[in-house]
């Protein structure tokens, strides 16, 4: 039998959750389909101890309802993976939205009928939905990528994968463990199993820019001026390139003399969260001269930090400058080398050879361990549409359509693929931005086309070919002058763990989240020109 709803959204994590409300408040009937066995999307799955917000917490919940914010205390100015799933958990109490999620269930993919204008949704074991309208919900960080490397499933010891972390309790205590990866996953893990493994041997493939996150617990006297302080702290994000709580400097650092620079480089680098990414110097990302100055700050940071000089010089990039890949942040990460029982291992000088029943195997040495922890990323954007099946129009698929790179009208249509909306979708503002505020601008516009379509009787809407053409380009245009699209990461599709993906196609909008809004607001003003109606 297959159930009939007005909407199929693939997805419980923050953007599904608040576009079924959203979808709701209109009166449709929609169903929810989620992987996992509860609601949290990334803060379900990624469990691994270490997991918290970069952003402030505050700036990270939902605005939308008044009284979700006055009901809900953060413990932390960056809360950790747990308390964040109390959080998303507590919203779908309050709004009751558990009701209309199939927990446990995988989609397999969907196809469009042009004759009844419908979707067809099946799952991948063998059932069927149809909907008028169908939204991925499926996040840009949600498919884990492992390794290429030989005898992965030899291992008889515990292994896992940081996005895949078991629910149960993981003991470090007295174990040898093994941490691949050091992107912002690795960082966070490898500073918390550092704390009580009997040894840790981090496995570094490139070394990535970090920043101290300086997080601080939120007393009973904060609190209250937390509260009170919600308008400006959206309306800051909502005016923040990035849509976080950092403005960039509009000064250019190359106009100031060192003396000048450093000392804006000593403050931010001195205070919580992404400042020093995000509320620095506006020339840093555009002028590789600009750029350099401050990496070498940050090197000089981390040779101050670590007391072996040759691990520290192991733990500055050469191959990027800060800020142009995603940097993480940390707390006393570059500490952990100072460790008797840590042990970094650079895969450029010593790659691994194999994974067997006991250990790794290097080109040097054969070393035993108990666990192996794979920090090894995502198919970042892309990722969680390629494990799909979407048809759309004269049976094209979405694979097929996106294979030299993801074309699409602001980020949230497909041409040829009728009712079809990708929340945080590639080309979208919101997969590189502080993500809840970014899900809210794409929901809400969502929400108000499903309306003007449903006031006005309209079956089908589609991005015209031109559109998308013109986003597309808009969105390589934009990105074109900055430097990050000029590195190897997976803001530019490019993963080694995944054979052939090494062709660079830009997949974020780097325009800022105050200029993508402006877009989105215009095409909908104008009566939704770029789009055909049916």
């Not at 199929?8 to 929810?32: D, E, P, T």
């Not at 960039?248 to 060192?258: E, V």
């Not at 503002?429 to 379509?453: G, H, K, T």
């Amino acid at each position: 039998m297959t159930e009939k709803f007005d909407v199929v959204i693939i997805g419980a994590g923050i953007s599904g959750l608040y576009q079924l409300h959203k979808l709701r408040k209109l009166g449709l009937s929609v169903r929810v389909y989620e992987a996992g066995d509860g609601v949290g999307g990334t803060w379900y799955w990624n469990r691994y101890p270490g997991a918290r917000f970069d952003s402030e917490s505050y700036s990270y919940q939902y605005a939308f309802s008044q009284e979700l914010l006055d009901e809900w205390n953060w413990s932390e100015h960056f809360a950790a993976q747990p308390e964040t799933l109390r959080y998303v958990n507590f919203v779908a109490d309050k709004l009751d939205l558990r009701r209309d999620v199939r927990f446990s269930t995988y989609i397999a993919g969907a196809s469009f009928d042009e004759k009844t204008k419908r979707w067809t949704v099946r799952t991948e074991t063998g059932e069927l939905a149809e909907s008028k309208f169908l939204i991925t919900a499926i996040g840009p960080l949600s498919v884990p990528t492992m390794p290429n490397i030989e005898g992965v499933d030899d291992f008889n010891g515990d292994a896992f994968h940081t996005g895949y972390w078991p629910q149960h309790d993981v003991k470090f205590e007295g174990r040898r463990v093994a941490v691949i990866g050091t992107g912002a996953t690795g960082v966070q893990l490898i500073q918390e199993v550092a704390k009580t493994a009997g040894t840790l041997t981090v496995f570094q493939r490139n070394p990535n820019w970090c920043a101290p996150l300086h997080n601080s617990p939120i007393d009973d006297v904060e609190q209250p001026a937390i509260h009170a302080r919600y308008a400006e702290v959206f309306e800051l994000c909502r005016n923040s390139h990035g849509a976080f709580m950092h403005t960039s400097d509009t000064r250019n650092a190359l106009d100031l003399s060192k003396d000048e620079r450093d000392a804006v480089y000593e403050k931010l680098y001195g205070e919580p969260g992404f400042g020093i990414w995000m509320g620095n110097f506006r020339d840093l990302f555009v002028d590789e001269q600009a750029n350099a100055t401050l990496s070498e700050f940050v090197a000089n940071k981390i040779r101050e930090r670590v007391d072996n000089p040759a691990v520290a010089e192991k733990l500055i990039p050469t191959n990027h400058g800060f800020g142009l890949r995603r940097v993480p942040m940390e707390t006393n990460y570059y500490e952990v080398y100072n460790q008797d029982n840590v042990r970094l291992i650079d895969l450029g000088e010593t790659p691994i050879e194999r994974i067997n029943a006991t250990g790794i195997q290097t080109s040097e040495e054969n070393l035993p361990f108990d666990m192996i922890i794979y920090a090894t990323g995502f198919d970042a954007v892309v990722g969680g549409f390629n494990r799909l099946d979407i048809r759309g129009v004269n049976g094209q698929t979405l694979n097929d359509k996106w294979a030299r790179g993801p074309r699409t009208h602001l980020g949230m249509q497909v041409s040829g693929f009728p009712n079809l909306f990708t929340l945080v979708g590639p080309h979208n503002a919101a997969s590189f931005c502080n993500i809840p505020r970014c899900i809210e601008q794409n929901v809400e516009w969502v929400s108000d086309l499903v309306a003007y379509m449903t006031s006005r009787g309209l079956e089908t809407v589609d991005a015209t070919v031109e559109a998308e053409d013109e986003w597309t380009e808009h969105v390589y245009q934009s990105a074109d002058r900055m430097l990050l699209t000029k590195v190897d990461s997976w803001f530019n599709g490019i993963n080694s763990n995944i054979p052939g993906r090494q062709e660079r196609n830009f997949l974020l909008y780097a325009g800022g989240a105050p200029a993508y809004r402006e877009r989105c607001d215009a095409v909908a003003t104008s009566g939704y020109s770029g789009m055909t109606f049916e």
